[in-house]
Every structure is written in structure tokens, then in C-alpha cells.
């Protein structure tokens, strides 16, 4: 099973990057996105569960960041749109096969990680 991110960046504050997350070796009815940002922990940034109809987003992507997937691709993706500084981080995707709802958002119920892709929003 492998997850492949890419689609990271230079932007400047304001502007958009969709992020690309290749699923390989199997499906998932879920998975997310995590960031880190250096000094700071790996957070939560959005994730989809059990099918598109249910996605979920931290407060501070909420309404400028939309996750999806294309099952037929075998792919998701993550369009962030009005980018600030404070979103500069190494984005992961992340996907696991026994998630539960109120586990979404919590890094270390993820089986399965990708390599990262660097985002960097200039201000």
C-alpha cells in the first residue's frame, strides 16, 4: 500500500494549490490531510469519511480549503484556495481501514502516510 502526495508549492498570500494524493495497493473509504509545520506538531487539517457526502475541516481551513476524492482515479485532493502564511507546512495525506468518526482527526489512528509535499505560502 502506498500514498502518494504531491502538488506543493510556492505561493504568494492569497492564492490557491490543489494538493494530490495517489492511492495505490488498495482503496479507502477514508482519509485525510495533516500538516506540520516546523517546531509545531502534526494537526488535522481535513478528511473525508465512509464516502463524499461526509468531509470534515479544522476551524482554520474552514471555508477556504475543500477536500475530495475521484474514486474512478483512485486519487484525492486537497484545493486550498485564499492561502495565508500561516498555512506554510508539509502537507500529508493519510488514510486507514478501521477509522471511526471520532477518531478522524487524530494523527496516530492513520495506518498508512505519504511522503509529504511542501507548501509555502509567502506573505
Known amino acids: 500500500v502506498q500514498l502518494q502526495a504531491s502538488g506543493g508549492g510556492l505561493v504568494q498570500a492569497g492564492g490557491s494549490l490543489r494538493l494530490s494524493c495517489a492511492f495505490s495497493?488498495?482503496?479507502?473509504?477514508?482519509y485525510a490531510w495533516f500538516r506540520q509545520a516546523p517546531g509545531k506538531e502534526r494537526e488535522f487539517v481535513a478528511a473525508?469519511?465512509?464516502?463524499?457526502?461526509?468531509?470534515y475541516y479544522a476551524d482554520s481551513v474552514k471555508g477556504r480549503f475543500t477536500i475530495s476524492r475521484d474514486n474512478a482515479k483512485n486519487t484525492g485532493y486537497l484545493q486550498m484556495n485564499n492561502l495565508k502564511p500561516e498555512d506554510t507546512a508539509v502537507y500529508y495525506c493519510?488514510?486507514?481501514?478501521?477509522?471511526?468518526?471520532?477518531?478522524?482527526?487524530?494523527?496516530?489512528?492513520?495506518?498508512?502516510w505519504g511522503q509529504g509535499t511542501q507548501v509555502t505560502v509567502s506573505s
Open positions: 493519510a488514510a486507514g481501514g478501521g477509522l471511526i468518526l471520532s477518531s478522524i482527526r487524530l494523527h496516530d489512528k492513520y495506518d498508512y
Open positions: 495497493g488498495r482503496s479507502f473509504s477514508s
Open positions: 473525508i469519511f465512509r464516502s463524499n457526502s461526509n468531509t
